[in-house]
Nanobody, 125 residues
Framework: QLPLVESGGGLVQPGGSLRLSCAASGLSLDYYNIGWFRQAPGKEREGVGCISNGGRIKNYADSVTGRFTMSRDNAKNTAYLEMNFLKPEDTAVYYC??????????????????WGQGTQVTVSS
């Protein structure tokens, strides 16, 4: 079983909302900073945001600031990505990934230790 499993993706109309979940299995999520990434067809995987292990520090990509919100419930070993005012250009496979909080590297893509399998988000009318 993968250490991280995303869910909540789907098809939504422009302007709509989705909430993605990232459930951890076999690891304690509170040890990890969680990064959210996305990859559209033909494009590189890009960072969407990063939430610190305690949830106090959050950083977002400019393209999603004000529309997406990250949160986490370490007691439930789950992180979340709330996506509002979705646009067609948000269409991608969304991934969550974890890196140990004490590594000090934030959520750099190449520094993430564990990944989920991804969940498809399609924004279309």
């Amino acid at each position: 079983q993968l250490p991280l499993v995303e869910s909540g993706g789907g098809l939504v109309q422009p302007g709509g909302s989705l909430r993605l979940s990232c459930a951890a299995s076999g690891l304690s999520l509170d040890y990890y900073n969680i990064g959210w990434f996305r990859q559209a067809p033909g494009k590189e995987r890009e960072g969407v945001g990063c939430i610190s292990n305690g949830g106090r520090i959050k950083n977002y990509a400019d393209s999603v600031t004000g529309r997406f919100t990250m949160s986490r419930d370490n007691a439930k070993n789950t992180a979340y990505l709330e996506m509002n005012f979705l646009k067609p250009e948000d269409t991608a496979v969304y991934y969550c990934a974890g890196t140990p909080y004490n590594r000090g590297t934030g959520c750099k893509r190449d520094e993430m230790d564990v990944w989920g399998q991804g969940t498809q988000v399609t924004v279309s009318s």
